[in-house]
């Protein structure tokens, strides 16, 4: 059995902080609630614990880990496997559509359906390095994965 290879989430700086504000602004309305004396300040505070809760559990952990069959996608409560052998290539992408990724420098896993998406492993190329030695239909080539019959 080989030993599985786990990658961290790149994580940019303002996309974090982006992520942040809301929950901030509600808490700091919440507090101003609450020293103002508004009744019924309790029980925003448990919506917002909730809340708070459930969002930190669609995002943390995040990481992505090559198991013996397949891609492993980790976010939060929610687990992705790909296998490798639907993936179809592996190219750079900057997409803003909604993905396992809190970073803007992203690989774009093409399976050519529904498995497709987007992930930021912080070290592409030895993300990139390991998944092409479990997906062995892809060849690593201008940073990037595709099929070997492509070349």
């Known amino acids: 059995m080989n030993k599985k290879k786990r990658f961290k989430t790149k994580i940019d700086w303002w996309l974090a902080i982006l992520l942040c504000v809301s929950p901030l602004i509600s808490l700091l309305t919440l507090l101003g609630f609450y020293l103002l004396g508004i009744s019924y300040a309790w029980l925003s505070w448990l919506v917002v614990l909730i809340v708070g809760l459930i969002y930190a559990g669609l995002i943390f952990p995040l990481y992505y880990e090559l198991e013996d069959k397949s891609l492993l996608i980790r976010s939060g409560r929610i687990r992705s496997r790909i296998p490798y052998q ?4 592996v190219i750079p992408n900057r997409s803003t559509s909604s993905s396992p990724a809190l970073s803007l420098d992203r690989l774009y896993i093409d ?28 060849v690593l080539s201008d940073n990037q994965l595709v099929p070997k019959n492509e070349l």
């Open 86 to 89: 639907r993936i179809k290539k």
């Open 111 to 138: 399976t050519g359906d529904d498995l497709a998406v987007s992930i930021s492993p912080t070290n592409k190329i030895r993300f990139l390095q390991a998944l092409e030695e479990k997906a062995n239909h892809l």
